[in-house]
């Protein structure tokens, strides 16, 4: 089916897409879908909806899947029946014409590290001459909890972050702002349903439970990360910003864009044993200042969306409507294909040439870094929201 909506065909947000999020309609904040390059407040024409009138998409997820199936259908009945056109063209507004805020008030954000590709090349640039990957790597998803605080919608500037850093050879830290600022190209995932206190959420109800995916970048500082990390993992590096999509793509949308994760090489406990084709085809695309620098494909990363989930719950820990968890950076196989700048660059040795003749080993202020990303659906491709900033420098 194609919309009535002129320019939905091919646009990338037909009616087999109809992603959600909140942006200031009226001069307040509304919950809102995007159909071709116009939105539409979906409150004003469900009012037995009240969950749609918050300010937040919190209460719409915890209204569950049921309510997720039967606003997605009576959505898309009436913007393909030209019947329904008088009572929806209303209340469209072009998207240029609106700003988007955050889409859910996150109560808790997890990081994975969930590329092979990706904790392959680290492995190997920071462990020379041993295994790339630590023992625990193909047993279970490696995370931590992240800062949910400082997750940012798409278009708020990030400030060049400070931290405690070793230059090579010294012997103490210095303080100051980094100067390998990294991006990392991933993909989120946001709850919808919560789940109980000490009840894991087992493989088959991840799409029960999962509303949809985001795009994120989760900025990095990598002279601050090496000398704080250990032995418990990443802090200030990490927590200064996440930005995410201000669009939320439905796993309803993405049925077409299901494939097998790759092939495991290792014996998987039953709580991880994959439960069908939860791999997506999401085509990732990273631009520094209008050049593309990387394509990165998410079908090739190790762990599914759904065995993120069965181990984020496995001890007892709860997901609450609203929550994000990452994937961690995507990176494929291939040259091109890496999602940051310390495996394209290779740490900053061979810095990359962008398009108006300058290099960049890491980010400059100035910078603005976009990710973007398509996914197959049956009758073509939808575009997921892309999610983009511009570095600050740092303050005093």
């Known amino acids: 089916m194609t919309s009535w909506v002129r320019d939905a065909a091919g646009s990338g947000f037909d009616v087999d897409h109809l992603p959600l999020g909140v942006a200031v309609v009226g001069n307040r904040a509304r919950i809102v879908t995007r159909i071709g390059n116009t939105v539409l407040v979906p409150a004003e024409l469900f009012p037995d909806r009240p969950e749609l009138t918050a300010a937040t998409l919190n209460p719409f997820l915890a209204a569950g899947p049921g309510v997720w199936e039967l606003v997605r259908q009576r959505l898309t009945r009436l913007l393909t029946d030209p019947a329904g ?4 063209e209303p209340y469209l507004a072009p998207v240029a014409d609106v700003t988007m805020l955050m889409p859910v008030d996150i109560g808790d954000y997890v990081d994975f590290y969930a590329s092979e590709h990706h904790a392959t090349a680290l492995g190997r640039m920071f462990r020379p001459g041993a295994e790339p990957l630590l023992p625990n790597w193909k047993h279970l998803p490696v995370g931590y909890h992240g800062r949910s605080g400082t997750v940012i919608v798409t278009g708020t500037p990030v400030v060049r972050p400070g931290g405690q850093l070793r230059p090579p050879g010294a012997e103490a830290p210095v303080h100051g702002p980094t100067t390998k600022l990294d991006l990392e190209a991933e ?3 946001v709850v919808g349903t919560a789940s109980q206190p000490g009840t894991p959420v087992r493989l088959g109800a991840f799409a029960s439970t999962v509303f949809g995916v985001c795009l994120v970048n989760d900025w990095s500082a990598r002279d601050i990360q090496p000398w704080e990390y250990q032995p ?7 927590s200064f910003a996440t930005s995410m999509s ?6 309803a949308a993405l049925a077409a864009a299901r494939v097998d994760p790759p092939e495991r090489t290792t014996p998987l406990l039953p709580y991880l044993a994959d439960d069908g084709p939860w791999g997506l085809d999401l085509r990732l695309a990273v631009a520094v200042n209008g050049t593309v620098v990387s394509r990165p494909p998410f079908a090739s990363t190790y762990w599914t969306g759904a065995q993120l989930l069965a181990h984020l719950t496995v001890g007892g820990a709860s997901v609450r409507p609203g929550d994000l968890y990452a994937s961690g950076t995507v990176s494929g196989p291939d040259p091109g294909t890496a999602g940051s700048l310390i495996e394209l660059t290779a740490n900053g040795t061979h ?14 202020d100035g910078d603005t870094v976009t990710i ?11 575009t997921l929201g892309e999610v983009t900033g511009t570095v600050l420098p740092a303050r005093r």
């Open 246 to 251: 201000g669009w939320i793509t439905p796993l």
């Open 351 to 364: 810095p990359l040439a962008l398009a108006d003749g300058s290099t960049r080993a890491y980010l400059a």
């Open 85 to 88: 056109r008088a009572v929806v």
């Open 232 to 238: 418990l993992g990443p802090f200030v590096a990490k």
């Open 187 to 189: 993909v989120g995932f």
């Open 372 to 382: 973007s990303a398509t996914a197959p659906t049956a009758t073509g491709h939808l």
